[in-house]
């Protein structure tokens, strides 16, 4: 069956501005989570949603990030005021039920900003 | 410090080896650890979950964990070229933290013909 998939694969974006990056989980999973990956890091927790609910924002860096998921599927991560230390790789991962169960990622993300 | 630890390497190993990666971590609140391999540009693609002490055999890949000094390893048998990717180590906390993994640095491999 279809994996987790992210649009746009690539972003290139200028200082100041605002973007969207998108998620589609897999579908009947009732968890997901945002990373963000810098350059030779390991991926790094910005939030988890359990259905259409935030679950854990605790790695969201400030207030600048904000994430949705309205309809328990889809999710949106909203970054606005865009900086150059923002760019990395977003990863979007999802799971069956939440709990400590396997996370299955998209691949990704690429967010640069100029 | 860091809660988990891992060394990025690079390490390069000849086809047919055996290769052994580690991680180490310093909550001891963790409860769940896994491996993911990640290969460049893809996302990272799960290879190992276990959630208690001792060894776990998957193939070529054993996953072992020593909850007492806060180690956990990932040997591969038999290395292949294919194997050549990134190698991350991931643990939850379980509890409230349950969705939350903590990565690895991770561990940059080549196995070469």
């Known amino acids: 069956g279809a994996g987790v998939s992210q649009t746009p694969s690539n972003k290139v974006t200028e200082k100041g501005k605002y973007v969207e990056l998108r998620c589609d989980p897999i579908?009947?999973?009732?968890?997901l989570y945002w990373y963000r990956q810098s350059l030779g890091q390991g991926p790094e927790f910005l939030i988890y949603?359990?259905?259409?609910?935030?679950?854990?924002d605790s790695g969201l860096p400030n207030d600048r990030f904000f994430a949705v998921r309205p309809e328990g599927s889809v999710s949106t991560l909203k970054i606005q005021r865009t900086e150059r230390g923002d760019s990395a790789v977003y990863l979007c991962?999802?799971?069956?039920?939440?709990?400590?169960?396997?996370?299955?990622f998209g691949p990704g993300t690429r967010l640069t900003v100029l | 410090q860091k809660e988990v630890e891992q060394d990025p390497g690079p390490l390069s190993v000849p086809e047919g080896a055996i290769v052994s990666l580690n991680c180490t971590y310093s909550?001891?609140?963790?409860?769940?650890f896994m491996w993911y391999r990640q290969y460049s540009r893809k996302g990272p693609e799960l290879l190992m979950y276990t959630y208690s002490s001792g060894n776990k055999e998957d193939g070529r890949f054993t996953a072992q964990v020593d909850k007492s000094s806060k180690y956990i390893s990932l040997f591969i048998r038999d290395s292949q070229p294919s194997d050549s990717a990134t190698y991350l180590c991931?643990?939850?906390?379980?509890?409230?933290?349950?969705?939350?993994?903590?990565f690895g640095q991770g561990t940059i491999l080549t196995v070469h013909p």
């Open positions: 579908s009947g999973h009732t968890a």
């Open positions: 991931a643990i939850n906390a379980g509890g409230t933290s349950y969705g939350k993994l903590t």
């Open positions: 909550n001891s609140a963790f409860q769940y």
């Open positions: 949603f359990q259905g259409t609910g935030a679950a854990d």
């Open positions: 991962a999802s799971s069956q039920q939440g709990m400590a169960d396997t996370q299955y």
